[in-house]
C-alpha cells in the first residue's frame, strides 16, 4: 500500500491526501470556470470566489509600494473551516470525547477529519456573500460549479484510498478491499474494542466495502450526466436547473453511500445516520426547486425568477473586491451590462452611458 505521508522534515509532513483534495480543487475550477465562460460570463470569478481576498483597514503607503491587510474568505478557506468543524460536531455526537476533552485538537487539521458537508455549508455562505459583492449572477455561477463540484469530490476521494479509510461493512464481493495494517486511519467499528492482535488478524484475513469508490464512480457519472444535459438541451433548461441537479443526484447518491458506512453516528437505535438525513433534505431541495423552476408546483416569488441568465461584466469598483491592487483608470470605467441571449451585443463607448435592451426595458 502507498504511505499516506510523502514526506516529512522536523514535525511538518506533506500529505497524500491534502495534495489529492486541492488537486481535486483545482480541477473543479477548471472546469467551472470553462463552464461558466461557456455561459457567456467571466471565468475570473470563479477564482475570486475561491479565494475570496477581502481587503481591510486603510491603505498604508510605503517607500516601496502600498499594503493593506486583507483575511481570505472564500469558498476555500471558509469552507475548509467549515469542514472542520462539521467533523468535529458529527465525531463528538457519535461519542468521541477528544474534542470536549481537549479543545485544541479542533484546531490540529493535520490529525486528520474533515467532513463535506461543513464545507458546503461554509462555501456557500461565502460564494453568496461574494456573488453579491462582486454582483454576478447567483443562478450564473450555481449552474457552473454543479458538475464541477461532483468532479472535484469524486478526485479527492482517490485520498480516502490512500489513507485506508471510509470502508464500508466487510463483504464477500470480489471488488472488495482490505484494509493495511501498517496505513489504516480506520478500524472497523465491530473490532473497536478488540485486542490489537484480533484486529490485525481480521483486517488480513478479511475484505471490506469500498464505499470511497462508490461514491466517487457515482459522482463522476452524475457529473458526466449533467455535463452531457447542459449541452444536449441547452436552450431549454432554465436558470438553475443544474443546480438543482447536483443537489438531487448528490443527495442520492451521498443517501444511498451511507448505507455502507457503519462509522457514521446514528440517530437513536433507527439505523439512519445524521448525514443520512442531510443528503436526503439535498435530494428533495433538488428535486422542488426543479418543480418550481418548471412551474409544477407554485411557489411565492418564483414568478420573478429569471429566465435568462444576468451576465455583467464586472465593473472597477467589484473587481476591486476580489483584487489586492486596482488602478485609478480601472476605477473610472463603468461596468456594462448584457443578458445571454444569443445575439451578440455591441460595448459602449466607457464615457457613454450603456443602452438598454429592449427585455430590460
Do not use: C
Request: charged share 20%; aromatic share 12%; glycine share 10%.
Amino acid at each position: 500500500m502507498i504511505n499516506p505521508i510523502i514526506f516529512s522534515i522536523g514535525n511538518f509532513s506533506l500529505h497524500w491526501y491534502g495534495l489529492i483534495v486541492m488537486a481535486g480543487v483545482i480541477v473543479g475550477a477548471l472546469l467551472a470556470e470553462r463552464e461558466l465562460i461557456r455561459r457567456g460570463g467571466n471565468g475570473d470569478v470563479i477564482w475570486d470566489v475561491l479565494v475570496g481576498w477581502v481587503d481591510i483597514g486603510p491603505k498604508m503607503k510605503f517607500p516601496f509600494g502600498t499594503f493593506q491587510f486583507g483575511l481570505p474568505l472564500g469558498v476555500l478557506p471558509l469552507g475548509i473551516v467549515g469542514a472542520r468543524l462539521w467533523y468535529v460536531m458529527n465525531a463528538t455526537i457519535g461519542g468521541n470525547r477528544i474534542y470536549m476533552d481537549n479543545p485544541s485538537e479542533i484546531l490540529r487539521v493535520w490529525n486528520g477529519g474533515l467532513h463535506i458537508f461543513g464545507g458546503f455549508l461554509f462555501g456557500a455562505i461565502s460564494l453568496f456573500w461574494l456573488l453579491r459583492r462582486y454582483k454576478v449572477d447567483l443562478w450564473l455561477v450555481l449552474d457552473s460549479i454543479g458538475p464541477a463540484m461532483l468532479i472535484g469530490q469524486g478526485i479527492g476521494r482517490l485520498g480516502n484510498f490512500v489513507n485506508q479509510e471510509l470502508y464500508g461493512p466487510a463483504t464477500t464481493l470480489p471488488w472488495g478491499l482490505k484494509i493495511s495494517t501498517r496505513y489504516s486511519y480506520q478500524t472497523p467499528i465491530e473490532m473497536r474494542d478488540q485486542p490489537i492482535d484480533a484486529v490485525i488478524n481480521y483486517l488480513e484475513t478479511t475484505r471490506f466495502h469500498p464505499t470511497f469508490a462508490y461514491e466517487m464512480l457515482w459522482n463522476f457519472a452524475a457529473a458526466g450526466f449533467l455535463l452531457w444535459l447542459s449541452r444536449r438541451y441547452e436552450k431549454e433548461l432554465k436558470p438553475g436547473t443544474m443546480f438543482a441537479g447536483w443537489l438531487l443526484l448528490a443527495g442520492i447518491g451521498r443517501a444511498w453511500i451511507e448505507l455502507f458506512r457503519p462509522d457514521q453516528p446514528k440517530i437513536a437505535d433507527t439505523g439512519i445516520s445524521y448525514s443520512m438525513v442531510v443528503a436526503a433534505l439535498m435530494a428533495v431541495a433538488g428535486a422542488i426547486l426543479l418543480m418550481i423552476r418548471y412551474n409544477a408546483i407554485n411557489f411565492p416569488g418564483a414568478e420573478n425568477w429569471e429566465e435568462e441568465y444576468q451576465i455583467e461584466a464586472l465593473g472597477a469598483e467589484a473587481m476591486a473586491a476580489g483584487a489586492a491592487k486596482v488602478t485609478s483608470a480601472m476605477e473610472d470605467e463603468a461596468p456594462v451590462v448584457k443578458t445571454a441571449s444569443r445575439k451578440k451585443t455591441k460595448t459602449e463607448p466607457p464615457l457613454r452611458k450603456p443602452k438598454t435592451s429592449r427585455k430590460e426595458k
